[in-house]
């Protein structure tokens, strides 16, 4: 069974810095599109972030774009998403998700997901 887990997240002010982390198997992670979507109360789940290891190719959300990073950790077997600057619109429930090969940015084209991790950002 493939299982996504994630870490990471939790309370910050305005401008400040968190990282998020999904965890899998390195045979889950090659070849592979591991997404980061985003949720609020009332609001469908978005893209943020993905990552195609076999393509090296990366997206971002507009809003997110020269603030967050979406890297994978060879070492570790994670996929993760460095995120600077943060403003309260970032705030919501981040889940990391796994396809095969190729990013995209619908819900529905990814069969796994992790558990989700807060991500408050408040002053």
């Known amino acids: 069974q493939l299982q996504l887990v994630q870490s990471g997240g939790g309370l910050v002010q305005p401008g400040e810095s968190l990282r998020v982390s999904c965890a899998a198997s390195?045979?889950?992670?090659?070849?592979?599109?591991i997404g980061w979507f985003r949720q609020v109360p009332g609001r469908g789940r978005e893209g943020v972030s993905c990552?195609?290891?076999?393509?090296?190719?990366?997206t971002y959300l507009d809003s997110v774009k020269g603030r967050f990073t979406i890297s994978r950790d060879n070492a570790k077997n994670t996929v993760n998403l460095e995120m600077n600057s943060l403003k309260p619109e970032d705030t919501g429930v981040y889940y990391c998700?796994?396809?095969?090969?190729?990013?995209?940015?619908?819900?529905?084209?990814?069969?796994?997901w992790g558990q989700g991790t807060q991500v408050t950002v408040s002053s």
């Open positions: 990552l195609s290891t076999r393509t090296g190719s990366t």
């Open positions: 390195r045979s889950t992670l090659d070849a592979s599109a």
């Open positions: 998700a796994v396809r095969s090969y190729y990013c995209s940015g619908r819900v529905d084209d990814y069969p796994y």
